[in-house]
C-alpha cells in the first residue's frame, strides 16, 4: 500500500470491488490491509464484493464434506468455521476493524461482542425487506424460517479472523445465486438444515438495494459512519 488513507474520527472507509474478485486476491488484499491497519498506516474498512464460484475452507473444514462436482477452484481460508461457498448473486462483506478500540456498543477487545454485532448488523440489514432473521444456538451465521415449507435455512454466513486485534474475513448474504452449488459441499458442517436467499423467498431485491441496507444499517451496529473509500486492488 502507498501512502496512508488517512480517517476522519468515527468514520469508516466504505469500498465496492467492481466485477469478481479471485478469492486468493481478495485474501492478499485483506492482509495487506490488516498489517496496515495495525500498524497505523490505513484506516479501518469495509470491503463489498462478489466472488466468482469457490469453495473456501475455515481451520475446521472436514475432507469429507467437500463433494465439489463442479470442481470449482477450492482455498484455505484461514478464517474461523468450515466449509462455505462464494459465488456471483452473493453479497460478501469484509470487515477490517481495530479491535483495541470501541466500536458503537462493541467493547474494545471482545470478540464475542464483535460477532454478536455482526449477526446484528445482517439481522437488521435483512429487517429491511420484511425478513426476520435470527440466532440459533450452537449454529453460526442468520437464519430465516421459509414461509412456505416452515424449514429452517441459512441466508447468511459469518466467518472472521482476529489476527493481533485486527479484524478480517467477514459476513455474505445470499441474494440472488444458485443455491445448487452449496450442494457441492456441507455448508458450514450443518446436515441438518438447507441453505436460502432473498430471492428464493420470493423478495426481487436487487445487490444494490442490499447494499443500501447494508450501510444504513451499519452505523446503528458499530457507531462510525460510512464514507466512500478509493478501491486498491491486491
Known amino acids: 500500500m502507498e501512502g496512508k488513507r488517512a480517517m476522519t474520527e468515527n468514520k469508516i472507509l466504505w469500498e465496492m470491488a ?11 488484499c485483506m492482509e495487506r490491509d490488516a498489517r496496515a491497519i495495525r500498524a497505523g498506516d490505513a484506516g479501518e474498512r469495509v470491503w463489498l464484493l462478489e466472488h466468482p464460484p469457490t469453495y473456501t475452507a475455515g481451520t475446521s473444514a472436514r475432507p469429507e464434506d467437500l463433494f465439489n462436482p463442479a470442481g470449482y477452484p477450492t482455498w484455505p481460508a484461514g478464517r474461523g468455521g468450515q466449509w462455505t461457498y462464494h459465488g456471483p448473486g452473493q453479497r460478501v462483506c469484509y470487515v477490517m476493524l481495530d479491535l483495541t478500540q470501541p466500536h458503537g456498543p462493541v467493547p474494545a477487545r471482545d470478540v464475542r461482542a464483535y460477532v454478536h454485532a ?10 429491511r425487506f420484511g425478513v426476520t432473521g435470527e440466532r440459533r444456538e450452537g449454529r453460526v451465521g442468520v437464519w430465516v424460517v421459509d414461509p412456505k415449507s416452515g424449514r429452517e435455512e441459512k441466508i447468511a454466513a459469518i466467518g472472521v479472523r482476529v489476527s493481533r486485534w485486527v479484524s478480517w474475513h467477514g459476513v455474505a448474504i445470499n441474494v440472488d445465486h444458485a443455491l ?10 450443518i446436515r441438518e438444515y438447507g441453505v436460502t436467499s432473498l430471492r428464493r423467498l420470493g423478495l426481487d431485491v436487487t445487490m444494490a438495494d442490499v447494499d443500501r441496507a447494508l450501510r444504513d444499517c ?8 460510512p464514507v466512500e473509500g478509493e478501491y486498491l486492488e491486491a
Do not use: Q
Open 18 to 28: 467492481p466485477g469478481r474478485v479471485p478469492y486468493p486476491d481478495a485474501l492478499a
Open 118 to 127: 455482526l449477526e446484528e448488523w445482517l439481522i437488521r440489514t435483512l429487517g
Open 180 to 189: 445448487s452449488d452449496f450442494e457441492g459441499i456441507v455448508p458450514c458442517g
Open 218 to 225: 451499519w452505523t446503528e451496529c458499530f457507531g462510525s459512519v
